[in-house]
Nanobody, 125 residues
Framework: QVQLVESGGGSVQAGGSLGLACTAS??????????MAWFRQVPGKEREGVAH???????AYADSVKGRFTISRDNAKSTLYLQMNSLKPEDTATYYC?????????????????WGQGTQVTVSS
């Protein structure tokens, strides 16, 4: 079993910045050996892939956040990060980190096995 804990959520004004972190742990889980991803979800909507980073540090972003968000990881700290700049009201959502890619499309929630409990991000106009 893998435990993921997100932190860093909060309320900010449009145009502001926020940094999220996700710490991972678990018996037999070596952080550096697994791909990681950030997802977000709003009520009534499907969980949406935000960004993805592989074990080799290759990254991918949803078009809606490209150029504004940066995903990174520190394997020594078993921590995943998401730096969010130029925030917009439409970025408001609960943000989740995920690990253990199961195959398929990275931006599909069904492609990931383990999830954190989420952290709320609210962006006001």
């Amino acid at each position: 079993q893998v435990q993921l804990v997100e932190s860093g959520g909060g309320s900010v004004q449009a145009g502001g910045s926020l940094g999220l972190a996700c710490t991972a742990s678990g018996s037999g889980y070596v952080f550096g050996s697994y791909h990681m991803a950030w997802f977000r979800q709003v009520p009534g909507k499907e969980r949406e892939g935000v960004a993805h980073i592989t074990t080799s540090m290759t990254v991918a972003y949803a078009d809606s956040v490209k150029g504004r968000f940066t995903i990174s990881r520190d394997n020594a700290k078993s921590t995943l990060y998401l730096q969010m700049n130029s925030l917009k009201p439409e970025d408001t959502a609960t943000y989740y980190c995920a690990t253990r890619f199961l195959g398929g499309h990275w931006n599909s929630g069904n492609s990931w096995k383990y999830w954190g409990q989420g952290t709320q991000v609210t962006v006001s106009s």
